[in-house]
């Protein structure tokens, strides 16, 4: 079997090229610009931009099954072009998101729910099976407060006890691994979550007992926050993040137990992610930092959250288009 694993420069991809190569199967890296992958020795590169459907046909040639971002563009074409090079099992990287009441008029998860109908709609004419892998929130989206932990003064937060279920990337990849490799899993729809429900609070907490650093934040209103990454964030999108916060705003997110289903043992904690990223949060030793001069230090430029309750951030400098 060859699986054509897309967006290979994000997180998920990534591990689960390694988890792949590992165990014998063979493994195509895509990309974008597959010039900037560093896939495990052997394993193949190649243009796979899924925003131009003008790569697919080079991309797919020989390919069993895909792991597959959810971009919306021309999910169709991919689908048709899928089905023509005799794929045979399509899994998605989706979003808990699509289960939202409000999933077709939110920015973010009505992107994910149209990839996932699209796919369906070619499963059953018979094209390929597909799986759908619907994780909540990644762990990783807390990156996005490193250099504002760095710098000592914290994220700005418009609702700090927003709860959410933050899942080890690893633990997706693993997931991802399992439908890939077992057929007695393949064309089910799984939402993972984290194994704990966890505030911004919190999370800011065990970032400061495993790191040794304070990791304090701000509360601003949501207009605010808003105000201060429309340079980054489009306004759809930023607006269904605060949805997304204001629904969970004191509410314990639900749990599953997919993932031990899946993989076999228990989801990774926070804590355990933490640790892995540790340095991700911690000063360059040497570095001189605005706020170690004395100075007060910028307000950071703020990332882009990706979609409402999951993101799979890039590797640092690698942070363009998930194709």
């Not at 459907?53 to 563009?73: H, I, M, Q, R, S």
């Not at 700090?160 to 490799?181: M, N, Q, S, W």
């Not at 989801?267 to 340095?279: L, Y």
Request: proline share 8%.
């Amino acid at each position: 079997m060859t699986v054509l694993v897309t967006g290979s420069r994000g997180r998920v991809a990534a591990t689960l090229l390694g988890l792949l190569d590992a165990a014998g199967v063979r493994a195509r890296a895509g990309s974008k610009n597959p010039a900037d992958l560093a896939p495990p020795p052997g394993v193949d590169t190649v243009r796979c931009d899924l925003t131009d459907p003008a790569t697919f046909d080079t991309a797919l040639k020989g390919v069993e099954a895909v792991f597959l971002y959810a971009e919306a563009a021309h999910v169709g074409t991919f689908a048709d072009r899928a089905r023509a090079a005799g794929v045979e099992h399509v899994v998605l990287l989706s979003s808990s998101s699509v289960l939202a009441p409000d999933a077709e008029e939110n920015a973010v998860a009505a992107s994910h729910l149209a990839v996932e109908r699209a796919l369906s709609a070619a499963a059953e004419t018979g094209a390929f099976e597909v799986t759908h892998l619907r994780p909540g929130a990644f762990a990783t989206n807390a990156l996005q407060w490193a250099r504002s932990i760095k710098d000592g003064h914290g994220p700005a937060l418009p609702y700090p006890h927003a709860y959410g279920d933050p899942i080890h990337e690893r633990d997706v990849a693993e997931a991802a691994f399992a439908v890939l490799t077992e057929p007695r899993l393949r064309g089910s729809s799984y939402v993972l979550t984290g194994p704990e429900s966890l505030d911004f609070t919190d999370q800011l907490a065990i970032l400061a007992e495993v790191t040794g650093r304070p990791a304090p934040y701000t509360t601003v209103t949501p207009e605010e926050w808003k105000n201060s990454v429309a340079g980054f964030v489009p306004e759809p999108f930023a607006d269904a993040l605060l949805s997304y916060w204001s629904s969970h705003d004191g509410r314990p997110t639900p749990l599953t137990r997919t993932v031990e289903t899946l993989t076999g043992h228990e989801p990774r904690t926070f804590t355990t992610w933490a640790k892995d990223h540790a340095d991700a949060f911690r000063p360059v030793v040497g570095s001189r930092s605005a706020g170690a001069r004395g100075v007060p230090p910028a307000r950071a430029k703020p990332r882009a959250w990706g979609r409402v309750g999951t993101t799979d951030p890039r590797p640092a400098g690698a942070r363009g288009s998930r194709a």
